[in-house]
């Protein structure tokens, strides 16, 4: 297993892909058009889940932004996602660690926060938390801080479910 795939969340995948195919360290061309503007296509999602990302690429990933709508990796999958469900959030962190140079973080997530701590680089961090998540998080949040890692926290109303969450490849 590659440290890239080591991301268990399609989410953290997509945000990690989307980072890279801006700084022109990842080809995001040839992937399958969506064949529908109106759902998730996996097809799509899984062309891009499965594009190779090198280990120092990774590792150069200084910056990672993933919060609500408007990134274009999303709109390869889904044409027209709305935005107003959690189809793109993050729902786990497993992995997060493979981003060793990682100093900025803003996510939107509903995760458990702990493998954050895992973060030696991290100096900043926003997080849009799902409604509750910072009382759960609470020693995570005080740990990070102790770190002297600046913590700004949105807690967002609970997000609706989407009908169908985002899956990995098979094999």
């Known amino acids: 297993m590659t440290r ?7 989410s953290l995948r997509l945000a990690v892909l989307e980072t890279l195919g801006r700084a022109r360290k990842v080809d995001l061309g040839g992937v399958p058009a969506a ?45 027209m996602w709305h935005g107003e469900d959690d189809t793109f959030y993050v729902h786990t962190l497993a992995g997060i660690e493979a981003l060793t140079g990682l100093k900025k973080l803003t996510l939107a997530t509903d995760a458990d926060l702990q493998p954050l701590l895992q973060l030696g680089s991290l100096k900043s961090t926003w997080l849009q938390l799902a409604g509750g998540q910072e009382k759960q998080s609470a020693a995570v949040l005080r740990d990070l801080q102790a770190r002297g890692v ?22």
């Open 150 to 171: 600046e913590v700004k926290l949105e807690n967002r109303d609970p997000t609706p479910k989407a009908a169908k969450r985002l899956t990995l490849p098979r094999g």
């Open 4 to 10: 890239f795939e080591s991301l268990r969340d399609p």
């Open 35 to 79: 064949t529908s503007q109106y759902r998730s296509n996996t097809k799509t999602l899984h062309a891009l889940l499965k594009i190779p990302v090198p280990d120092s690429a990774l590792a150069s990933i200084k910056e990672l932004r993933w919060e609500g709508g408007g990134h274009k990796i999303q709109h390869l999958v889904w044409p």
